[in-house]
């Protein structure tokens, strides 16, 4: 059996404790959460999920790439739980 709902992103979290350095890594581990919702009128759980995003330096043609995106198992909570985190909540100009 299938998902039987588009999913909607409705919340998100940056990790904001970036260690300032002398000089640039040649890689960085950027995080962030997402909460989602399945896309209906009156959803009944909230999902929490944790994104890690690999940056790497390439010497040669001198930028950074994604080397690696990672996305986490999701955390299930229902009417509102997981408020205790500082989320920001997506403002699509809607």
């Known amino acids: 059996m299938g998902q039987a709902h588009s999913t909607r992103f409705t919340k998100y ?6 260690e300032p350095t002398e000089k640039a890594p040649d890689t960085h581990d950027f995080h962030f959460k997402t909460m989602s919702t399945a ?5 009944e759980f909230e999902y929490e999920h944790e994104w890690t995003v690999n940056f790497k330096w390439d010497q040669m043609d001198q930028f950074y790439h994604i080397d690696k995106l990672t996305m986490g198992c999701e955390k299930e909570y229902k ?5 205790a985190a500082n989320y920001m ?3 699509f100009g809607g």
């Open 79 to 83: 009417d509102g739980e997981a408020t």
């Open 39 to 43: 896309a209906t009128e009156n959803p």
């Open 89 to 91: 909540i997506f403002n």
């Open 13 to 18: 979290w940056i990790d904001k404790e970036i």
